[in-house]
């Protein structure tokens, strides 16, 4: 079975950075997408950010485009979310998801977000303060 493990995050101020690390393991083949969604207090979940492994397609949501870099580790299975230039909308609960998937269908999948993960690690708590 495929597990996730998220680590990374943190209390801090407005304009600072962090990095968040999703390390997975139990993986069938070496064709998968890692995301990192959020969940903010009364908030639905969103996807913050998606990566998938070989063809390393990105994806960003529009509110953390130019602020969050997404990058992978293949020979690890590891992912990295840099958040530079932290705003307090930025708190939120955050969740590294992954989906075994085939490279033909990286493409699509990343494009929309990586909604409808199948494995989903425990979130790790981001908070930004003023």
């Known amino acids: 079975e495929v597990q996730l493990q998220a680590s990374g995050g943190g209390l801090v101020q407005a304009g600072g950075s962090l990095r968040l690390s999703c390390a997975a393991s139990?993986?069938?083949?070496?064709?998968?997408?890692i995301a990192w969604f959020r969940q903010a207090p009364g908030k639905e979940r969103e996807s913050v950010s998606c990566?998938?492994?070989?063809?390393?397609?990105?994806y960003y949501a529009d509110s953390v485009k130019g602020r969050f870099t997404i990058s992978i580790d293949s020979a690890a299975n590891t992912v990295f979310l840099e958040m530079n230039s932290l705003q307090t909308d930025d708190t939120a609960v955050y969740y590294c998801a992954t989906k075994e998937m085939p490279t033909i269908a990286h493409r699509y999948f990343v494009s929309l977000g990586c909604y409808g993960m199948e494995y989903w690690g425990k979130g790790t708590l981001v908070t930004v303060s003023s």
């Open positions: 990566i998938s492994s070989r063809d390393v397609r990105t």
């Open positions: 139990g993986f069938t083949s070496a064709d998968y997408t």
